[in-house]
C-alpha cells in the first residue's frame, strides 16, 4: 500500500511541475494538485490495482507494458524476439510499446526501490499519461484565456470528464493527446511570443510522437490547425492576424541555429521510430492486413470504426456515456459538461478567432469515417494516410478541440466588452439546441437561468469587474455540480473485472519452435508466445495477429498450412487444425550439404550428421551451440534470416547463409565446433536515445517555463 501511495504521489508531483513553474499558471497550481488528488481517491480502486483497463487498454497496451518492463528487469537488450513469427527484430514492436511513459516510470519507482505488481505498475503509468495530458490541457487552456475561473472549468472538465472512462477501454486518445495539447501550447506561444524556444520543444516532442502507434491522427490535426491558420491570414478574412504570423514566421526564418537544433533533436526523438518502419517494411501482420513493402498488403479485412453523428451528443450528456456496447462505449467521443458544449455553440456569435471550432469540425467530419467519401478519399489519395486504421480516435481529438473553442465561448460569455444583445443571442441559441439534442437535467437549466440574471445585472452595475468574478466563479460551480454527479454515477462503471496478467515465465532462449493450437481470447496481438517465452510460428484463431515475415508466410502458404483460395485476408492465414498436433520441432537441424529442409513433408533427414548441443541462455541477443560433425553439413537455424545476425565458428568469424523460405545456415566441416551466435542493432541505442530526449525535454521544459531567459544562446546569429 505505501509503495502505491508513495509511486502516486510521485507521478502527481512530476505532472504539476509545469503548472507549478510557468507563473501564468502557478496560481493555479494549487488548485490543480486538489483536482489531482481529488482525481486519485475518486479511482482509487485503480490507482490501488483492484482494478484495471479492458478491451483495447488491455490486449494492446497493458500486455506490451509488462513484457517491456520485464524486458528492462531482465537486462536484455532491446534487440531480437525469438518468441512470436520465427523470430524477428522487436524493433517492430516500437508503435505499439507506449515506450516514454514506462521507461520512465520503471526508474523512477526502481530509483525509490518500489515494488509494484505488474497490474500496479501499469495503472499508474496509465494515470501519469493521463495527468500529463491534464496537465498540458490547462496549459493550452491558460494561454488561451486570462479568467482562472474558465481556466480551471476547462481543467476540471478535463480530469473529472469522461475521458478517463473512455480510455480505459481504448487509450488512443490519451496516446495523441498526449502529444496535441503541447505542440499547440508550443505553436500557439510561438506565435504570441515569437521565442523561438517553443520550435525547438515543438520539434522534440514531434519526433517523440513518431514512436506511438500511427503518428498520423495527431499529426493530421496539426496539419489542419497551421491550414486554417493560414487561412486566417487571407485578407478580407481576418486582417489583424496577418501581420502577426507574418512577424512570427520572420522570426522562425531568422533563427537558423533554433531550426538546426530542433532538426537535429527530431531525428534523435524519432530514430527509434524511423528503424522500426525500416525493419517493418518486411513484415506483415495478417489479420490486419498492415504491409509497407510486401506483396501480401491488403487494406485491414476489419472495417473502420468510426464515431456516429449522434453520439456527438455524449459531450454533454453523460448518459450517452454508459452504453452496452464496448465499441461505442470506448471508440467514441468522450463526456465534458453541459458548458463546453453550450460555449462552443455560443463561440458562432460571440469570437472572431474560429480555429478550434474549425478545427473541431473538421476533425469530427474525419471520425466519421466510411460513413462520408473524405474517409475513402484522403486515405486513397493522400501519401502514408493508407496507414491510417480507424477513424474514431478524430473523435477524441474533435472533442478535446470542442473544449478549447467552447471556453473561448464562455471568456466572451462573462468578457464586458461583448455586447449584451451578442450574449443574449448566443445562450437563448444555445440553450435551445442543447434542449432539442439533449437531456440536460432541471438543475442545469436553473444554473443557466441565474447565469443569464448576472449577465443582465452587468448592464446596469457599476463594479464589472467583481461580477465578471462572480459569473466565472458560477460558470465553474455548474461545473462542479454536473461533473461531480457524472463521478458519482461513473464509479461502478469505472470497476471492470481484474484480469490480472498471465505469470511470466524467465527469459531464456528457445530450443524448440511449435505452430500455437486454436485458442479463445479476445486479444488483436496474440501475445502468449512473448509471456511464456516460447517459440510460436503461427496461430489457428482469425482475431490474432502475428507479424510475420513475408517471405515466411508465403512458406507457409507454399507447405499448405493456408488455405491459398481464401475469401477474406484473416482467412488466408489459417491454419489447418488438423495438422498441429505434429507442428513442432528443434531450432536447430543438421543437414547435408545440398539437402532441402521441408518441415511436413519431410521433418527429419534421412540420416543424422551429428549431434548438437544447444548451451541455455538468457541472453536473446547471444546464443551458443555446440556441434560434433560427422560429415560436411549445415547447421539450420529455424529462425527468420536478419543481417544483424553474426556467427562465429570456433572464434572465427562465418557468414550466415539464407536458405529457403528465410532460415539461416552455416556450413561445417567434420568434427566438433563452437558456434557463437551475435546479435547486433542499433535500435537498442536509437531508444535510449528516445528516452533520454524525453527525460531532457521534459526537465528543460519545466526550467524554461520558469526562466524564459535559460536558452538565449538560440538568440545569436
Not at 509488462?66 to 520465427?86: A, C, D, K, M, V
Not at 490486419?288 to 513493402?293: D, I, L, V
Not at 469540425?361 to 494516410?385: D, F, H, R
Request: proline share 6%.
Amino acid at each position: 500500500m505505501f509503495s502505491i501511495i508513495f509511486a502516486a504521489t510521485l507521478i502527481t508531483v512530476v505532472a504539476l511541475l509545469p503548472v507549478y513553474a510557468w507563473p501564468l499558471t502557478r496560481p493555479l497550481a494549487l488548485p490543480a494538485l486538489v483536482c489531482y488528488l481529488l482525481f486519485l481517491f475518486i479511482h482509487h480502486d485503480f490507482v490501488l490495482g483492484e482494478s484495471g483497463v479492458y478491451h483495447d487498454s488491455f490486449w494492446s497496451t497493458e500486455l506490451f507494458a509488462t513484457i517491456l518492463r520485464q524486458w528492462l528487469e531482465s537486462g536484455n537488450e532491446f534487440g531480437w524476439n525469438p518468441y512470436i513469427g520465427g523470430g524477428q527484430p522487436i524493433a517492430i514492436f516500437n508503435n505499439l510499446l507506449n515506450v516514454f511513459p514506462t521507461f520512465f516510470c520503471h526508474y523512477l519507482f526502481d530509483l525509490f526501490g518500489l515494488d509494484l505488481s505488474n497490474r500496479e505498475f501499469f495503472n499508474l503509468v496509465f494515470v501519469f499519461t493521463f495527468l500529463n495530458v491534464c496537465t498540458g490541457s490547462l496549459l493550452l487552456i491558460r494561454l488561451l484565456n486570462p479568467n482562472y475561473y474558465i481556466c480551471l472549468l476547462g481543467f476540471a472538465s478535463m480530469v473529472f470528464g469522461g475521458m478517463f472512462q473512455s480510455e480505459l477501454g481504448c487509450p488512443l486518445g490519451l496516446m495523441y493527446l498526449t502529444f496535441l495539447t503541447y505542440l499547440l501550447f508550443f505553436l500557439i506561444h510561438f506565435y504570441k511570443t515569437k521565442r523561438v524556444e517553443n520550435v525547438v520543444f515543438f520539434c522534440v516532442l514531434l519526433g517523440m510522437s513518431a514512436a506511438y502507434y500511427i503518428p498520423l491522427y495527431h499529426s493530421i490535426a496539426i496539419g489542419i490547425f497551421l491550414i486554417l491558420a493560414l487561412l486566417a491570414c487571407v485578407p478580407g478574412i481576418a486582417p489583424d492576424y496577418k501581420k502577426k504570423f507574418l512577424a512570427a514566421a520572420q522570426t522562425f526564418l531568422g533563427r537558423p541555429k533554433a531550426i538546426a537544433l530542433g532538426v537535429a533533436l527530431f531525428v534523435l526523438a524519432a530514430g527509434s521510430a524511423f528503424y522500426s518502419y525500416a525493419e517493418t517494411r518486411d513484415y506483415v501482420s495478417p489479420t490486419r492486413g498492415f504491409t509497407q513493402g510486401g506483396t501480401l498488403g491488403e487494406k485491414s479485412y476489419i472495417p473502420s470504426v468510426s464515431v456516429l453523428p449522434e453520439h456527438y451528443k455524449k459531450i454533454v450528456d453523460f448518459f450517452e456515456d454508459r452504453p452496452e456496447d464496448v465499441y461505442t462505449a470506448t471508440h467514441n467521443t468522450f463526456y465534458l459538461g453541459v458548458l463546453p458544449g453550450l460555449g462552443f455553440l455560443a463561440s458562432f456569435f460571440l469570437i472572431r478567432n474560429h480555429l478550434f471550432t474549425g478545427l473541431a469540425a473538421v476533425l469530427a467530419v474525419l471520425s466519421l469515417g466510411e460513413q462520408t467519401p473524405v474517409w475513402g478519399w484522403m486515405v486513397k489519395n493522400v501519401p502514408l494516410l493508407d496507414m491510417l486504421r480507424n477513424a474514431f480516435p478524430f473523435g477524441r481529438l474533435a472533442t478535446f478541440c470542442v473544449l478549447m473553442g467552447g471556453l473561448l465561448g464562455l471568456s466572451a460569455l462573462v468578457d464586458e466588452k461583448v455586447s449584451f444583445a451578442r450574449k443574449l443571442t448566443a445562450i437563448l441559441f444555445s440553450t435551445l439546441v442543447l434542449f432539442i439534442f439533449c437531456r440536460l437535467s432541471f438543475v442545469i437549466y436553473l444554473f443557466l437561468a441565474v447565469l443569464l440574471l448576472m449577465l443582465i445585472s452587468l448592464l446596469v452595475r457599476k463594479r464589472k469587474p467583481d461580477l465578471i468574478n462572480i459569473c466565472g466563479f458560477w460558470l465553474l460551480l455548474i461545473t462542479i455540480v454536473q461533473l461531480g454527479g457524472f463521478s458519482i454515477n461513473t464509479i461502478a462503471y469505472t470497476k471492470t473485472p481484474e484480469v490480472e496478467p498471465q505469470k511470466i515465465k524467465e527469459f531464456s532462449y528457445p530450443v524448440t519452435w511449435s505452430v500455437y493450437p486454436s485458442q479463445e481470447s479476445p486479444m488483436p496481438f496474440n501475445l502468449h508466445p512473448f509471456l511464456n517465452k516460447e517459440a510460436a510460428w503461427s496461430v489457428h484463431h482469425p482475431a490474432y495477429a502475428f507479424y510475420l515475415q513475408k517471405d515466411f508466410a508465403g512458406f507457409l502458404i507454399q507447405e499448405n498450412l493456408f488455405p491459398v483460395n481464401a475469401g477474406d485476408l484473416s482467412q488466408k492465414y489459417l491454419i489447418d487444425e488438423d495438422k498441429l498436433s505434429r507442428h513442432s520441432g528443434p531450432l536447430f537441424q543438421l543437414l547435408p550439404e545440398g539437402r532441402d529442409w521441408r518441415i511436413f513433408s519431410n521433418p527429419k533427414p534421412l540420416q543424422k550428421p551429428g549431434k548438437i548441443a544447444l548451451r541455455p541462455s538468457g541472453n536473446l541477443s547471444e546464443l551458443e551451440v555446440h556441434v560434433d560433425m560427422r560429415g560436411e553439413g549445415l547447421l539450420w537455424r529455424l529462425e527468420n534470416y536478419d543481417p544483424n545476425w553474426k556467427a562465429w565458428v570456433d572464434g572465427k568469424e562465418t557468414p550466415i547463409r539464407k536458405v529457403p523460405p528465410n532460415f539461416q545456415a552455416i556450413p561445417l566441416e567434420p568434427g566438433r565446433h563452437e558456434i557463437l551466435f551475435k546479435y547486433d542493432s542499433p535500435y537498442h541505442f536509437l531508444l535510449y536515445g528516445h528516452i533520454l530526449i524525453g527525460v531532457l525535454g521534459m526537465i528543460g521544459f519545466a526550467a524554461w517555463l520558469r526562466n524564459p531567459t535559460l536558452f538565449m544562446v538560440l538568440y545569436r546569429r
